[in-house]
């Protein structure tokens, strides 16, 4: 489903991937780990075209996407959950979850019923501002948002970052429901191990900006894996 492969991508002169490759299947919980700064976000700012890469293609379903921009990839069918959720604050729940409508053709453009099955909270506070949520309710509704653009490939960056336990057990409840139930490839960066192992099809670790391990969860109890992400 989504291939990237050999990718190489710079700011300026600083390298932040090099030659990485990493495929993530429909129905299947790709996950990626590795320490603060060794290129994760920037792998996923690679898929959803938010930055360029140097050399290297990534490929939906067969087709190469070059260099097309953000809102063309989220029209392909590519949902994206930003590191800090980036949900607009003045903005009513509703409201928020309604700028996902932005990439749908005009009869697509509603709320899914699984949002609001998968996150009720969202459905109690619809017409409370985004500013005025929890950071993990938050987090729910960044995830509800990309669901409403009904994606093919959901792309989370940390998507535990700063959120309370209870909430970190929703999140992953409806992660493993959008991979079983609605048939979505879920690519997923994080640095909470326990929830990836938990989750994961397959992992992906990387280090200073290359792929250094890939295989199942349980690879993650490899001594010679762990040394790449304990600090
Ligand atoms: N916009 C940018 N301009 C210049 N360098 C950047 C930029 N964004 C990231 N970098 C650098 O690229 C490298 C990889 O950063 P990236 O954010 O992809 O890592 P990460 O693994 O996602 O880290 P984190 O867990 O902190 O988000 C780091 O050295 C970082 O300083």
């Known amino acids: 489903m989504l291939t990237v492969s050999n990718v190489d991508l710079y700011y300026g002169a600083a390298q932040a991937l090099r030659n990485v ?3 993530a299947r429909k129905g299947e919980i790709t996950c990626v780990l590795g320490r603060n700064g060794v290129g994760k976000t920037s792998l996923l700012r690679a898929v959803v075209g938010q930055q360029p890469v140097r050399r290297g293609e990534i490929a939906l379903d067969g087709e190469v996407m070059g260099r097309e921009a953000p809102y063309a990839r989220a029209r392909r069918g590519i949902g994206f ?9 003045l903005l009513t729940v509703k409201e928020n979850l309604q700028t996902g409508f932005a990439p749908l053709k005009a009869s697509d453009r509603s709320i899914p019923d699984h949002v609001f099955e998968l996150f009720p909270v969202l459905n109690d506070m619809l017409s ?3 500013g005025d949520l929890s950071g993990g309710q938050q ?5 509800g948002r990309a669901l409403v653009t009904r ?7 940390e998507p535990t970052e700063g959120i ?11 992660i493993r429901f959008l991979k079983a139930e609605a048939g979505i490839a879920i690519l997923l960066v994080e640095q909470y191990l326990d929830f990836c192992r938990e989750l994961a099809d397959k992992v992906y670790v990387m280090d200073r ?13 490899d001594p010679a894996v762990r040394k790449h992400l304990t600090v």
């Open 139 to 143: 987090q729910q509704l960044a995830i």
């Open 128 to 130: 409370r501002r985004g």
């Open 21 to 23: 490759s990493v495929a």
């Open 81 to 89: 959950v930003p590191q800090g959720r980036e949900i607009f604050p």
């Open 164 to 174: 309370q336990p209870s909430i970190i057990k929703d999140i992953g409840r409806a």
């Open 151 to 157: 994606p093919r490939l959901l792309v989370l960056d």
């Open 209 to 221: 900006g290359e792929i250094v391990f890939e295989g199942p969860a349980e690879g993650l109890d």
